[in-house]
């Protein structure tokens, strides 16, 4: 097992068909596809990405498996609050980091990350879940965890609940699944 499994399993879990879910971090499209592929025809994915490539590429992915029900955003995963309404998601996923295969000057950062976090759980329904892989390293991933996992930390026990998965004895920098659900 390793993060991707961890994430997508505990998805296939609560994300219902006719679901609603949001890619707070689109990348390459892969999570944007099983997410629309897990809610079907009937559910919705909106994704978003603050790469022009990123968004294209997403698209096209979307285009290629013939899936109808994702729209693609070119905008900051901190300002989702923009593009649905409170309590309607079902599921948000983030994977932190940089585009693979692209630019990796430009990488998601705590600051913004903590805003679309915070704007995500407010998107959630009771029950919802929220995914955020944390990747350590490179330019800024330390700065990123180590403001993160306080901030998570930090969250209110009564209305969510935060698991960390570590991936104890994997050497280097592995990264970490982390499942917020609204209570």
Known sequence: MNALDAVRKAVLEHLP???????A???RG????????????????LAFDIQEEAVESTRARLKAEGLTNARVVLASHADMADYAAP?????ILFNLG?????DHTVYTRADSTCRAITAGLALLKRGGLM??????GG?????????????LASLDDSRYQV?????????KDPPLPVFVTKL
């Open 131 to 136: 995914c955020v892989t944390v990747y350590s």
């Open 139 to 151: 330019a800024n991933g330390y700065d990123e965890r180590n403001a993160l996992l306080p901030f």
């Open 87 to 91: 309590e309607s998601a079902d599921c």
């Open 30 to 45: 892969g999570d944007t596809v099983f997410l629309a592929r897990t809610v079907g025809e009937t559910g919705r994915v």
């Open 17 to 23: 068909a006719g679901g609603y879910a949001i890619d």
């Open 163 to 171: 698991l960390v998965l570590s991936f104890h004895n994997w050497k």
């Open 98 to 102: 940089y585009l693979p295969g692209g």
């Open 25 to 27: 971090t689109a990348g």
